[in-house]
């Protein structure tokens, strides 16, 4: 079995599980998925912490997480994205179409981060383009 974070094209997280990675392309293949708070079959993976196996003798929590392992997340991700903005090239909008053009060998090879939709970023992943989504932080709307 597999759990994969996922988001609809409404912007609705939510979680789901499979029996294998093969099995969750199928469904969303054949739009089978379904948002559960709005029932939109626009769906696709969101931004995953990889699954680490905790010691046995870790102090047990009512909370998935709690403030501090929420907020270290946090910072983590604020970190990340701040070294991505100093070693890439920020190309706004154009991110699928730049991304395709490095892709493809018609444009220089570099690391570059952007804007897309949702259909675009599954576009990209269909055509075996690597790319990561980055989540939406709240300050960066400040």
């Not at 946090?74 to 991505?84: G, V």
């Not at 690391?111 to 269909?126: F, H």
């Amino acid at each position: 079995m597999i759990r994969y974070n996922l988001i609809c094209g409404n912007e609705h997280d939510f979680d789901s599980w499979f029996k294998d990675s093969k099995s969750y392309n199928i469904q969303e293949k054949s739009n089978s998925i379904l948002c559960p708070i709005c029932n939109s079959n626009n769906i696709s993976k969101a931004l995953m912490s990889p699954g680490i196996p905790k010691k046995t003798n870790a102090l047990k929590t009512d909370k998935l997480l709690d403030d501090n392992n929420s907020r270290v997340m946090r910072d983590a991700l604020r970190k990340i994205k701040k070294e991505i903005k100093k070693n890439a090239d920020y190309v706004g909008t154009d991110f699928p179409n730049e991304a395709r053009k490095i892709f493809y060998k018609e444009s220089k090879d570099r690391s570059i981060y952007g804007e897309a939709t949702q259909d675009d970023v599954k576009g990209l992943i269909e055509e075996g383009i690597d790319i990561v989504p980055l989540p939406e932080m709240p300050d960066d709307k400040n």
